[in-house]
């Protein structure tokens, strides 16, 4: 379907073509992927000045995806590795999700470990180190109440609830991580998880920080969470990819890409500011109006966010 929509290529080609640029070189590309990646902050934030003069700022709506988590029991299987550094591992029957990353896998006869870094399919991940000296052997994976939480994960927009479950289900609720640390030490049976909360991965400088989303009790069987979030932060590529929203709000990302070239060249704010800023005005009102709830377009309008 053609679509008014401009990729993350065409930016930065628009970037290069507000500056004139007569070719293109490694040089000016990387000039204006730089600038698109600051407009792109700059749009994300959705913070503009109305008529009055006040400072608002604009939730988007599509960066409020639904999404699910699943919390998974113990699991065991049998492993095969491939690719040139054995880092690909295929389960015989389907038993991963992309909640496990950061977990590990352990070859249950000789004990040797590896960690979970990447979710393919409910039978292939990828790991680390190498698991070639584990091929063909059966595995286990360990739950301990941790599930890995989306890569782009930025905070909650509605709670989780359980998807429906012909066992019957109760409301999950919110606790402290040290409640529910006091919990895990004192009671260790497994069950129907009642509690969670989030809590951040340990740091690694040398990938974003992530999030757990921390239960108790550990479930004693697969279940799937239903939960709406707000998406963090993906840094624009120069590359054939749609930044989030789609035609009706790129006009609004265009102009803020232009302001963040202002800004740099003439180190302070100019016209292309001023336009980017009615821009965002423009859209947050657009996004208000897509938004059934009248008590929220009103809000927006007002200056304020209303759930």
Known sequence: MA???????????????????????????????????????????????????????????????RATIVLWADVSGTMTTSDVNNVTVTATTASFYPSMIGHTITATVSGYTYTVTGYTSSTVVTVAPSANAS????????????YALPSDFGGWEDKPVYAYDAYGMIDLEERSSDVLEALHRDITDVGTTEYYCVVPKAADSSVVQGWWLYVHPITEYTRTVNYRYRAGDVAPTDAAVYPPGGGDFIDALRLCCFAAVELYVSKEPGNMAAMANQAIYDAALLDGSMIVDGALQESIAEGYWVD
């Not at 040089?27 to 959705?46: D, H």
């Not at 091929?135 to 941790?146: E, S």
């Open 135 to 146: 091929t063909g052997v059966a595995f286990t994976m360990t739950a301990d109440g941790r």
């Open 3 to 65: 679509t008014t929509c401009m990729t993350y290529a065409d930016l930065c080609d628009a970037v290069e073509a507000y500056m004139e640029y007569t070719s293109s070189t490694d040089a000016t590309k990387a000039f204006a992927l730089a600038r698109v990646i600051e407009g792109y902050r700059m749009f994300r934030r959705g913070a503009y000045t109305d008529e009055d003069g006040r400072r608002k700022q604009h939730s988007w709506s599509f960066l409020r995806p």
